[in-house]
């Protein structure tokens, strides 16, 4: 399982992006926490084995790690300040001040599903003094089960849902990183972990939640199937009511379930690009909508008897909450959708709130044009 997104030809898998969805996918049918957190692995070794500027030096270290040391990975990218709403929030304020012999790291880090079990993180800082705010270094910060120097976890993960990640807070200060784990280095952090890496940045998570929609289904179906209410000779999945919404669960579910696999295979076919970002974005606001609308069916279909927390489907409909929001969320796809769609430029189009720092540089306003 550590090799599932390590290419063949380093010794991994091999069933690419579109193998990994439909793997994932079936994973987080059993537990969405689980198939989360090692989404997490990975999402890293997945990133930076496709990344065009990480040495193949590096590259082969991070498979050796991962495949005989058996160390585990986790990815951590969003920060306190960060907004699923709005992707330009997510470049780094992690500060990466340059000493001898490698960097030290300040400042912190959120949302870092799986960090406590995890033997390397993957992250982006920003260069210390860097005017471009979209200046990134991508790091493999060993984190030696959080007891490297300058590491402490905020423990603050108490959350509706998806509560086995242990998403907690991660602030590093002065945490020395050497020169031979920094991964890469780049001006454009939006294009160059958005949409050049549009599968593992987001794309994972996407399967995951999938995965989640199609447990629900599946054990609402069980639960239906197996009640009689009294004085009747058939069980409840006969009412009508139960037909129409296990159907309109089913057949947005099939139809997420496509285009989510269709978005893997276009990624796995013709690599990161514009439109590789455009159908899985796409995927992905289907899979939000599909799952939420599950959740809520299966809630009223089953009633009070089916949200018992004997039963899994109360667990699946607290993890399947954060579907809509997890980055980016429904909304921030609709609008870059509706963008593509429509032929424009997302570079072009005007921030929704008044920001106080560049978004774009032009190499990538005409990288996207």
């Known amino acids: 399982m550590f090799g599932i997104a390590i290419p063949k030809e380093y010794g ?19 537990c969405a926490a689980t198939a989360n957190s090692f989404n997490m692995h990975a999402n890293a070794t997945g990133a930076i084995l496709q990344h065009p500027d990480i040495s193949e030096q590096v590259k082969q270290r991070v498979v050796a790690l991962a495949l005989q040391e ?10 306190p300040s ?6 330009t929030s997510y470049t780094p304020s992690l500060a990466a001040v340059k000493v001898e012999g490698g960097y030290r790291l ?10 406590e079990s995890s033997d390397y993180v993957y992250l982006y800082a920003h260069p210390k003094g860097d005017p471009n705010p979209q200046a990134s270094i991508g790091f493999l910060v060993p984190i030696d089960r959080c007891t490297a120097e300058g590491v402490t976890v905020h423990d603050v993960w108490n959350t509706l849902g998806m509560r ?10 002065g945490t020395f990183v050497p020169d031979e784990l920094v991964l890469h280095q780049t001006d454009e952090f939006l294009n160059d972990f958005i949409i050049r890496g549009a599968n593992w940045s987001f794309g994972g998570f996407a399967a995951v939640y999938l995965g989640v929609g199609l447990g629900i ?3 609402a179906s069980e639960l239906l199937t197996a009640k009689k209410p009294k004085g009747f000779a058939q069980s409840q999945a006969f009412h009508p009511d139960s037909r129409r919404r296990i159907g309109e669960m089913a057949a947005e579910l099939n139809g997420a379930y496509w285009v989510m696999m269709h978005a893997a295979w276009h990624s796995d076919t013709y690599g990161p690009s514009v439109q590789t970002f455009f159908h899985l974005v796409r995927a992905k606001h289907m899979i939000a909508a599909a799952t939420s609308n599950a959740a809520r ?17 109360e667990r699946m409909v607290r993890d399947v909450a954060t579907a809509p929001i997890m980055p980016p969320n429904i909304d921030a796809c609709a609008d870059q959708i509706g963008l593509l769609t429509m032929g424009l430029n997302p570079a072009e189009a005007c921030p929704p709130l008044q920001v ?14």
Not at 12 to 30: K, T
Not at 73 to 79: G, I, M, W, Y
Not at 110 to 115: I, L, N, R, Y
């Open 12 to 30: 991994g898998l091999g069933i690419g992006f579109l193998g990994y969805s439909a793997a994932i996918a079936e994973l987080a049918q059993g």
């Open 70 to 79: 058996g160390k585990l990975f986790c990815t951590s990218v969003s920060e």
């Open 82 to 87: 960060s907004s699923s709403l709005l992707s």
């Open 106 to 115: 300040y400042g912190k880090k959120a949302f870092c599903s799986m960090v």
């Open 164 to 173: 086995a990640t242990r998403s907690n807070t991660v602030e590093y200060n």
């Open 217 to 219: 289904l599946n054990y």
């Open 297 to 313: 069916s299966a809630s009223i279909a089953n009633g009070a008897h089916g949200m018992m927390k004997e039963y899994h489907l």
């Open 356 to 369: 106080s720092e560049p978004l774009f540089t032009p190499e990538v306003r005409e990288e996207v044009r």
